[in-house]
């Protein structure tokens, strides 16, 4: 048997976020999932609580936890590479899909379907809206990054933090929750203890 699925998914925390710049404290793969999960699953919540959407804020949460799962085999594409031209965006998509099949090639049989169901996902408007704020997760995950990085006087990441802010942007005029997010919690991050325990 080759279930070895899960094994190589505990390979997360072995792969390097950032590798192009100098950071004050490493980030891995395993805790960008865990922090992308976490905040799909508010972005969810705030939609269906605050703008009547039925989004299914626990399948986000799960999506974002397998979302770059694929670079356990790929690795970490660093972001001004991987979106250069559609060219290189487009083979790197078509590399993904292959690392997802080869890792759920790694789960018994009759368990791929449902793995399968999270890597790629289904073509109903909702099930679409709810991936858009996963990305918005994984990019406000991004956002977060640079900022503590800039906080520990990184100035290293500053212009992904502008870049990051900008493809933002663009997410919250169609996407209120992301904005919602942006101005009541991300204020908070980079502060110390302290100030978040008063």
């Not at 710049?21 to 980030?27: A, D, I, L, N």
């Not at 078509?94 to 379907?113: C, H, T």
Request: glycine fraction near 4%; include cysteine; proline fraction near 4%.
């Amino acid at each position: 048997m080759n279930n070895t699925f899960f094994a190589m998914l505990s390979r997360m925390k072995y792969i390097e976020r950032w590798a192009l710049m100098r950071s004050s404290r490493p980030e891995n793969l395993s805790e960008h999932s865990l922090e992308v999960a976490m905040i799909a699953h508010a972005l969810c919540l705030i939609g269906n609580v605050r703008y009547g959407r039925h989004l299914p804020a626990e399948r986000a949460a799960l999506v974002g936890l397998y979302h770059d799962a694929s670079e356990i085999i790929t690795g970490d594409m660093p972001t001004p590479v991987k979106y250069y031209n559609r060219d290189i965006r487009d083979a790197y998509r078509q590399v993904e899909e292959v690392a997802e099949r080869r890792l759920l090639e790694k789960l018994p049989e009759d368990l791929r379907s449902a793995y399968a169901s999270v890597f790629r996902g289904e073509d109903d408007p909702e099930e679409q809206y709810m991936r858009r704020l996963v990305k918005a997760a994984d990019r406000l995950s991004a956002l977060i990054k640079c900022i503590e990085e800039e906080k520990a006087g990184n100035t290293e990441f500053r212009t992904a933090g502008e870049s990051t802010k900008e493809l933002l942007r663009q997410l919250r005029a169609d996407c209120p929750e992301v904005n919602d997010f942006m101005e009541e919690f991300l204020p908070a991050y980079g502060r110390t203890l302290d100030e978040l325990s008063g």
